[in-house]
């Protein structure tokens, strides 16, 4: 009985033992690589990374931007700085009237300098050559920067593509999902998921466009790229875009976005960043916030807009309705020029936002629409008020006005009676508030924090040897095969012939049952 007893208990703890150590991940070497001269990709790029590292991987991170207070095991290789972004963004504001196939074709430039610059830094060429280096895992951002899939070839590891805007044509044409045009969307013209005969025959001629352009334009200056840093690749580009991603996570969720279908390998882990725990405000701010009788206005035009650079005659406007609501105001202002009355205005270069909309005296976010914004207004429940100025931001205001929890003022409408009745709109009718809070509970009721979500499924691929099961056949098919464009040519093909066939039998069945016969003539004979 004691032997049996004892047989039992040894088993229980070998059973936990095994639960636990089977549920611990084995410490891996992890490269990351998100190049994109923005603060707003940096900071989810280094956000997942440092989680990453906090849970015991080795981590490298190919970047513009340092970590500070990096975790021991967190490594960051340099690329050079350029202002080449700094100054693109000097002048949208000029350019904000170019049309979308302008803003697009401007792109090829940024191309070529995220390659270049990249590629080039000299602690990336040193890792590249390197011989002791290796790496059992990528972690890569994918934003118009196919070409580093390359790393994934010369450290012979599994590739997981990372999407900071949600699941564009870019990331899905990895992995083979699908992406039906009839009702989702091309981020960049800000439509919905609800579209007329004439939306969804712009939807698919941009997109059309959008797919011509990255493989006229884009795809040959990745492949000259790619031949010259991994000249000794064992798989090509076009390989590499095939099969070499196993996994891709998406900056998205669908009560953000519209419902769509995805691959088991397209994971949605929108609003990792988001602290879950509130990091308490510096002391000014919360001052401000919780001295403000009637609420405050959080404004800020992301990391990479600078205000200062706006039409004079907006920016007075802009101050007017400011000036206007009984509201105080925090503005993120790029510069030292603009000077306002400090005890309606608080202005500032930086502020932590996330944790200053999670204080429940902000009533309204104004923001440019940026996913990082919207995404963070969700979740805090707090409305917004739009000013798109160029990428998905259009396609983010677009959602907000359907769902009915914000309004977007187009920068080219913009003045003081268009913005002041989006502002006084948003904040004195209360279904704007509580269609947000609606949203927030759909956005937070998840199995698992997002961040949990997408460790797993880092940590998933790499407990599979990249997860090769989870790519897709459809990566092996043409546009032609993909769409079944063949199959439908056959059938219609044999229905014509078909009808033909039919048309022909017919003919021949009416002649013969109709056609009159020819008369006998009685020819007497003449003698």
Known sequence: ???????????????????????????????????????????????????????????????????????????????????????????????????????????????????????????VQTLLRSEVERFDLLVLEIFLDEVFLGFGDRFNCPVIAMSTFGASAWVTSLIGSPQPLSYVPHPMIGLTNHMNFRQRLGNVLFTAFDEILKSVLFDPIHERYYKEFFPNANRSLAEMRRHGVSLVLVNSHFSLSFPRPYLPNLIEVGGFHINRKVNPLPEDIKSFIEQSKHGVIYFSMGSNLKPSKMDRQKRDDIIRVLSGVKQNIIWKWDDDTLVLD???????????????????????????????????SIYHGVPIVGIPIFGDQLLNMARAEQSGWGIGVAYTQLTEATLGKAVHDVLGNDRFAANIKLISRLFRDQ????????????EYVLRHDGAKHLISAAQDLSFVEYNNLDVYAFIAASLVLLVMLIRFCLKKVVIYLFAKKPRKLNKKKVN
């Not at 199995?447 to 880092?458: C, E, H, Q």
């Open 447 to 458: 199995p698992l924090p997002p961040m949990d979500l997408a460790r797993f499924w880092i």
């Open 1 to 123: 009985m004691m032997v049996a007893r004892n047989a039992r208990f040894f088993g229980v703890l070998l059973c936990l033992f095994l639960a636990v150590t089977t549920n611990q991940a084995k410490a891996s070497k992890i490269l990351g690589i998100f190049p994109t001269m923005s603060k707003s990709h940096w900071i989810l790029g280094s956000t997942l990374m440092k989680e990453l590292a906090l849970n015991g991987h080795e981590v490298s991170v190919i970047s513009p931007f340092p970590l500070t207070d990096a975790p021991a095991n967190y490594r960051h290789v340099q690329i050079e700085y350029t202002r080449m972004l700094e100054d693109m963004m000097d002048k949208v504001f000029e350019r904000i009237d170019n049309s979308i196939v302008q803003k697009m074709l401007n792109l090829e430039h940024f191309v070529h300098a995220i390659a270049n610059t990249t590629l080039s830094s000299p602690a």
């Open 342 to 376: 400090k005890g309606k205005f608080l202005l500032g270069k930086w502020f932590p936002q996330d944790d200053i909309l999670a204080h429940p005296n902000v009533k309204l976010f104004i923001t440019h629409g940026g996913l990082l914004s919207c995404t963070e």
